[in-house]
């Protein structure tokens, strides 16, 4: 998964970002409005984590901004606020969930995964491609009923594909979804063949099926 997580208290935004990071998500932060601004015009997100009390203005127009550019990403709002008001607010003008601090980061995690769950794969927590089938909940893989043992990367792939599947997508995409930030630092995307490749492998190991096919100079589709 690729999180936003824009909050202005920083122990608070670094706790979450190293919970996710390690739980295998891409995590790009931002500590007040301006910033979460210019990167959701530019980049995508599987879920933006919204401080409504910023610096330099309320999470609300964040919420406003996407929905007036047409974009689709899940939204948690995590606020000190306890108000009524301000959770239908967020709400109504489009967040999924609405978290109130002090809160356990198992919890926020629960939010989070069943709010992009809901929004990306309907309301089951089993995902079943083909001859494949995710539980989205225990992160594992099934293929053929034998089990496939992943990386966190392989898996967050396998996920962005089927989530993607049928469409094209170019390896910028691909290292954009994966790797966040860390790709600007990158000479090349050698680095996406290898972890194509693996995942590739492993799934014909399984199913004796390729399910990528490689578009020449654009990128790869899953089928
Ligand atoms: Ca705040």
Redesign the pocket.
């Known amino acids: 998964m690729k999180l936003l997580i824009v909050?202005?208290?920083q122990s608070l935004r670094e706790t979450i970002e190293k919970y996710f990071t390690e739980e295998g998500s891409i995590c790009e932060v931002c500590c007040d409005l301006k910033g979460a601004l210019q990167k959701i015009a530019v980049y995508e997100y599987d879920c933006i984590l919204l401080?409504?009390?910023?610096?330099d203005g309320d999470g609300f127009a964040i919420l406003e901004y996407l929905k007036s550019s047409g974009k689709n990403e899940c939204v948690l709002i995590i606020?000190?606020r306890n108000s009524l008001d301000d959770k239908i607010k967020g709400l109504n003008i489009g967040a999924d969930d609405y978290i109130t601090k002090p809160f356990h980061l198992a919890e926020l995690k629960a939010r989070l995964l069943a709010i992009f769950r809901r929004k990306t794969f309907g309301s089951n927590s089993l995902l079943n491609y083909k001859e494949i089938s995710i539980d989205l909940s225990g992160r594992t893989v099934n293929v053929n009923d034998k089990e496939m043992t992943l990386t966190k990367k392989e898996y967050e792939m396998l996920l962005y594909f089927i989530a993607n599947k049928g469409r094209v997508i170019s390896k910028n995409a691909i290292a954009e979804h994966l790797w966040g930030d860390e790709m600007d630092m990158l000479d090349s995307f050698d680095f996406i063949y290898t972890h194509i490749k693996n995942l590739r492998k492993k799934l014909m190991e399984l199913s004796g099926k390729d399910f990528f096919a490689s578009i020449y100079g654009v990128g790869y589709k899953f089928i």
């Open positions: 909050e202005d208290e401080d409504i009390g910023l610096p606020s000190a």
